[in-house]
């Protein structure tokens, strides 16, 4: 029995001599069912959350229920407020001698057409510079349709890259006249899931009706129209802006020993498109985020403040990033990190950090290469939530999922917890374990000296 | 200019004699694009032709023209008459403290809800005889839902077995009155689409709404119900009978040198399912055997006259194929095999042959080894269309096609030309073609003596 209660004393001060070995938390790590079980639970119990909408509500509800039984502190919420755009009735038809529906969504701020619908004469582009290019007269009274070629990319550079198709090209549709635009969605996949995503109207466009196509619908209008009959399409769309709503960031800490050491930010969006339930994009990066902090609080106390941040209306404009930068650039960041790329394994790692804090990146690199994670030499810029902190000079460090399958699913009502695979998520798990463990504990300054990018 | 002329002469002379050499056509179909050509056309001017609609008409009419303008005789419509049901809206949604909508789709003979739905609790089996056994009071005014572990299977083994849950279900459960029942999707896919399908009401049972879930909501329902709290569901499905509607038969002939030789009979069905283009279901199987007809009649006379038959409302209850029997049972069928599972690669040849006709299995084995088709033991039952037929007698040879896959995109909005591979579907051809070329000319006597299965 003493020598029992002995042990027990003894423990503690074990702990606190090396709490956080990167290498054993990182292989424990590897067997992790706490993101799924958040992922699982968060999918399931809440599903869609579209950002300003009541589902988001509870789900910052059940994320700081969760979180507190977790053993985090200073679980809290930090509520903003945002326009709020919901999605209708949202149907197509192709009319005339082919009579055939097609599949369809619309895209964030998509005006709405009458509830009757609309019907006017398909005019096509294959890309946004054929759209810029074309005189006004030709789109007027028209609905626009622009397809494009985007492919499989690990990075996600042809998300980039076709962006435009849905964040410009209902504008430029717009002021040329356009009835009302639909796009090849941004996906890779083919299957009959439109994809959705946010725009806005720039240069003073007012709001058309705008929605994506399928790839399969894209094709089959794409073969219709090289037909060179007229190809006439009947479009109901009815979304709707309902004002000013709530969102809000779930915040969550473990706090560091040493509060001059600055913060370690990191976390996922708990928001999600309206389509599916949100378990790649990004109940995923939630779930890995916070199952990763927890497995650093339950070794020991870190040096820096971990704060976990699980972020409210990314996806329909970066609010909860914004937010969140209003109210806390002033404090000290020793790092940004986001999760919102996926559930697939982590195949890279990109830094941006002060350059006396190489050997920093020297001991993640060493960390993380068991895991099958190479080094790159591409500037660190933290995710889409932190950003605007990382270009503002926050360092950080990204641990790049692999991106080649996302775009199958991203946006669509295929993102469901079936699509995440308990190992890869694990592995995520691991990879974030270990890159905390050494970053949390460095004794380099991470705080005062602006981040930049790192010959490997 | 004389030689010239001799030798356009002789060309008829040589085709005479050896017109339809198997290996030799089997190879040139290799690189055929009349089956894609065909199922491209029809998937795209067409789209879902759903069984008794104006679009199966328009397919028809179609189909008449292109028939006739590949140089087919005989080309004509069998009109038939029968009962047409046609989906309204369908929407499914959980309430209670887990609100989230669900993917699902009326199955075929579903009655419908009140326009505004109805709402009840959910009551879970995992098998049709788990819902055979449950008490009735257990399911009044409940919404039945019943899941299942279909797995893939190359020959489509797991659709058969599984098959009850669709077929069988929704007739017990509504004469355990039952609300409503939602059926996890006959489907092998992890997407959210959901299987429709045809099922009817047996022994008296009252048509109450019947639904298939998609996977991805079968597993999120299955998740919540075991969460052990009671789980509600909204469901409205509007879908309605519209009376007796026109379908039919459209049939094209390559005329044979004698006629007492018999009908060499195939095809495959031109009616879709509504949600998706109906291109593996069935556009391939019309596509496919009408090119290998085309390759026959090209290269010359054969001594059968091969009939194409493109069978009208198959899905709904194979009524063309019973449309087809009762008119043309009385005629000497040399052979029947139906096109309709697909357009993966055949990878297995079954026969059901008179006795005498054994040398006929072993030349089409012989021509089919080299596209990789192996002879099986298992006797053909020759396709939906003509199975009573063949069970009647008709000799038959079953081109079995790779169904692992199939019921990814059975009967779902998925079910689009994006699917098909070129080079599958042109072995298809090549194998149909062979196939063709060996029995449409083969000596030996096929009418007049019953088939059976012919030991390898």
Known sequence: MLKQRLALLAFPLLIAAAPHDAEKLRDAALKD???????????????????????????????????????????????FDMPVWVRGEERAEITGVNPQPLALTALGNSGATPPQGIEAEVIAFDSVAE???????????????????????QDGASY??????????????????????????????????????????????????????????????????????????????????TGIGKSGNVIAEVPGTDPRAGIVLIGGHLDSWDLGTGAIDDGAGVAITAAAAKRIMDAGRPKRTIRLVWFGAEEVGVRGGDAYRSRHSGEPHALASESDFGADRIWRVDFALPPAAKPIADRVEAALAPLGIARSSVQARGG????????????AVTLQQDGTDYFDLHHTHDDTLDK???????????????????VANAPEPLVGEAAQSLPK
């Open 131 to 153: 759209l810029t290019a074309a005189p006004a007269e030709r789109l007027r009274g028209r609905i626009v349709f622009v397809t494009h070629r985007m492919n499989k990319a």
């Open 160 to 241: 980039s890259y076709f962006g435009p198709v849905r964040r410009l090209a209902p504008s430029i549709a717009s002021q040329k006249g356009a009835a009302a635009i639909v796009i090849r969605s941004l996906g890779t996949d083919s299957h009959r899931f439109p994809h959705t995503g946010n725009q806005s109207w720039t240069d003073g466009a007012q709001p058309i009706p705008a929605a994506a196509l399928s790839n399969p619908d894209a094709d089959q209008l794409e073969r219709l129209v090289k037909r060179g009959k007229p190809v006439r399409m009947r479009l109901v769309l009815t979304p709707r802006q």
């Open 33 to 79: 069912t706490i993101a799924w079980d958040i992922v699982e639970d968060l999918t399931t119990e809440i599903g869609p959350r579209l950002a300003g909408t009541e589902a988001e509500a509870r789900a910052r509800a059940w994320a700081v229920a969760r979180l507190k039984a977790m053993g985090f502190a200073n679980v809290r919420v930090e509520e």
């Open 420 to 438: 995440i695979d308990h190992k890869k998520l694990a592995q995520n798990v691991a990879a974030w374990t270990a890159m905390l463990a050494v």
């Open 384 to 395: 889409p939530d932190v950003g605007a902190l990382v270009a503002s000079g926050v360092p």
